[in-house]
């Protein structure tokens, strides 16, 4: 049983666009949702994370809401460039769980010019 | 500071072999996890160290093993290795446990045939 569920798979945004990738979860103990920016080659690096006490975090182009009622979040990238396209997860961890983190299965992102 | 480091960064072994990958976390931080990533699973929590004890473990079978060294550098086993097997290995570190930030390495690619 997937813990966190992503959509969309893929995604192609036209340079200067908003991209827009959800995320739902059932687990009301999670308590921290970060969304990491993988590229080919490479390992995950954090991008921007959230607190289910905020309705919202915003980091440069880069903005989680969170709605804890619906238990879904998203991630907006505003101004969407070539350089963001990548993968992105989300994940989910729980309380007193460590670092055991639940991802969702990932977004490739594709920001044409 | 020198990030999350991984070893061997590619590894082909056959069906019934067993690996072993090694993991060196950023200096000073103490806890590592570990994820199977595959694209049909996606990122998958394996297990995560802190002090040389196993804090927490993912639904892998026992096939799948790991240990903590005193300067916190990892390893993880895989024993009679199979096809499904197949996966990218990525290591992660943290300062301490529940820190939430996790920090990856660029993982190691194990392609069993």
């Known amino acids: 049983q997937q813990q966190v569920k992503q959509s969309p798979q893929s995604l192609i945004v036209q340079k200067g666009g908003i991209s827009i990738i959800n995320c739902a979860y059932e687990?009301?103990?999670?308590?921290?949702f970060p969304w990491y920016q993988q590229f080919p080659g490479k390992g995950p690096a954090l991008l921007i994370a959230?607190?289910?006490?905020?309705s919202e975090k915003k980091e440069g182009r880069f903005t989680i809401s969170f709605n804890k009622s619906a238990k879904q979040f998203s991630l907006h990238i505003m101004d969407s460039q070539p350089g963001d396209s990548a993968t992105y997860f989300c994940?989910?961890?729980?309380?007193?769980?460590?670092?055991?983190?639940?991802f969702g299965s990932g977004t490739k992102l594709n920001v044409k010019p | 500071k020198a990030g999350v480091t991984q070893t061997p960064r590619y590894l082909i072994k056959t069906r019934g072999q067993q690996v072993t990958l090694s993991c060196s976390p950023i200096s000073g931080h103490r806890s590592v996890s570990w994820y199977q990533q595959t694209p049909g699973q996606g990122l998958q929590f394996l297990f995560e160290y802190f002090s040389e004890t196993q804090r927490n473990k993912g639904n892998f079978p026992g096939r799948f093993s790991g240990r903590q060294f005193s300067n916190s550098r990892s390893e993880m086993n895989v024993s009679t290795l199979e096809l499904g097997d197949s996966a990218l290995y990525l290591c992660?570190?943290?300062?301490?446990?529940?820190?939430?930030?996790?920090?990856f390495g660029p993982g190691t690619r194990l392609t069993v045939t």
């Open positions: 687990n009301t103990a999670f308590d921290y």
């Open positions: 992660a570190s943290s300062p301490r446990l529940e820190y939430r930030e996790q920090y």
């Open positions: 959230i607190r289910p006490d905020v």
């Open positions: 994940a989910a961890r729980g309380r007193d769980n460590f670092n055991k983190f639940y």
